[in-house]
């Protein structure tokens, strides 16, 4: 399980000339299907997730396609209508919050964060003050999470969390640089500048603001973060990248920075909205850090790809990874809605996009395949390796699924690479193991190869 939400983890690099508009019934090019639904096909094979929704819209239409199913034991496909945790596509809603309560008179984008803070908390500063602005840039100068965030339940990180207790942790934390110096990804810094809105608006919680201010005047009938009983029967179940189902997360805190769950429907109307924003969603476009690394600038809530100009930003919780990726200039969104935490699929969203814009994907649309080892093989591998006096790296097999759970660490899956079943590779970790096996052809220890350094461990268990 993944206990922190992502961050950034692929630049999308669209291209700006495209040419886009119907073809026949579809706005997608029927050579853009063809090379989606193929290689849609091997995230699908290679077991990376059960199923997910792709969206592509312009000004013209839209495209929906559900691939897959709603998980393992429920064979009906994703749609269009299908909820997900949109994970950290959350910020891009918080960051317009913001200048929605600036026009309210609320806030304003350059107060000082103390100005906003219960009475009797110090906010840490490092040379100036951290104003609101700075917290949806990601150049507030907080650290990524609180160094003393400890959840009850990882698996469910930011439950059973007082509303004050963000601002406890503000006070107990150093900034290490002074705002505007780094850019520095922080799901701290957007969780509380929800709790900061929340707070100026005089609202019960985070999703009755985004209802007041965002769902409701934009039509996104279901983008809420908090599900009703009818919103509940459709949401997909999540997935972590082991493809174990897992449970939804709770945001008792920092629900602006990951809560917002929402369906492909609302997820392109979205997009379309801010493909021609009203003057006042348009300044989150034009409000922009500029650091120098990594190459991405900032809007407000946005990434945005320094060459290409677009306008993006991917999720993730601990059984749901989502993309959404769009091009003022070109009238285009693509979104993807995915119910596992693998984040296979966004290479799909990527290369997407790309297409439309008549370009060849960079990465191309390829991913490793697996081998398929005889089920007795993969008995052999069951047991405990010692990799170092206080690392054990433990190997189990469910099915036709390997696993790998190093010591204090999540258990992943590990994939065959070739049909002999002796050696395998982690998806999203430059990793492999190989096993060694005996004269009587039994394993007797691993080797765990990664970062040019090759770790053996003997069999103990």
């Known amino acids: 399980m993944r206990t922190t939400l992502l961050g950034i983890a692929l630049c999308v690099n669209a291209g700006t000339g495209c040419a886009l508009g119907p073809q026949g019934n579809s706005i997608v090019p029927s050579r853009v299907i063809a090379q989606v639904e ?17 969206g592509v819209a312009t000004r013209e239409g839209r495209w929906i396609q559900g691939f897959g199913r709603r998980s393992f034991d429920d064979p009906r496909p994703p749609e269009s209508t299908t909820l997900f945790e949109i994970g950290s596509i959350s910020k891009v809603f918080t960051a317009l919050l913001l200048l929605e309560a600036e026009a309210q008179g609320e806030v304003q984008l350059d107060d000082p964060l103390n100005k906003h803070v219960p009475e ?12 609101l602005v700075h917290l949806a840039l990601h150049a507030s100068g907080l650290p990524r999470m609180p160094l003393s965030f ?13 509303p004050e207790q963000p601002f406890g942790w503000l006070q107990a934390t150093r900034v290490q640089d002074p705002p505007l110096t780094k850019y520095v990804y922080s799901n701290f810094a957007v969780g509380l500048l929800g709790e900061v809105l929340v707070r100026a608006a005089g609202v019960e919680d985070y999703d009755q603001l985004l209802q007041l201010r ?45 809560a917002i769950r929402s369906n492909m429907e609302d997820m392109l109307d979205f997009g379309i909205s801010q493909i021609d924003p009203t003057p006042l969603h348009a300044k989150a476009q034009e409000v922009r850090f500029k650091p120098e690394k990594p190459p991405v600038h900032m809007a407000l809530g946005w990434h945005v790809n320094a060459k290409t100009g677009t ?49 060849d994907p960079s ?3 390829k991913i490793r395949r697996s081998g398929h080892p005889k089920q007795e093989q993969l008995e052999q591998l069951v047991g405990v390796f010692k990799i170092a006096p206080m690392a054990r790296l433990t190997i189990t097999k469910e099915d036709h699924r390997v696993y790998a759970k190093m010591t204090f660490q999540q258990r992943l899956r590990i994939y065959p690479t070739d049909d002999e079943g002796l050696r395998y590779f982690y998806r999203g970790i430059d990793a492999e193991i190989s096993f060694e096996q005996d004269e009587s052809g039994e394993i007797s220890s691993l080797t765990l190869h990664q970062h040019g350094r090759d770790m053996r461990g003997p069999r103990i268990e």
């Open 363 to 365: 990465p191309p649309l």
């Open 311 to 359: 306008l993006w930003h991917n999720g993730q919780t601990g059984g749901y990874h989502s993309l959404l990726a769009l091009s003022p200039e070109n009238g285009l969104v693509v979104c993807i809605l995915s119910n596992s935490s693998d984040g296979s699929c966004e290479r799909l969203a990527n290369g997407c996009y790309q297409l439309m814009c008549g370009n």
């Open 120 to 131: 009797g908390i110090s906010v840490p500063e490092e040379g100036q003050p951290i104003r």
């Open 38 to 54: 193929e290689f849609a096909e091997v995230l699908l094979e290679e077991e990376t997730t059960p199923g997910f929704v792709l």
């Open 150 to 162: 400890k959840p009850a339940d990882p698996n469910n990180p930011f439950a059973g969390f007082s």
């Open 214 to 258: 965002l769902a409701e005047p934009l039509g996104l009938n279901d983008t809420t973060a908090s599900p009703s009983p009818e919103q509940q029967t459709r949401v997909a179940q999540g997935h972590d990248a082991a493809m174990v189902p897992v449970q939804s997360w709770t945001f008792d805190v920092f629900a602006g920075a990951g």
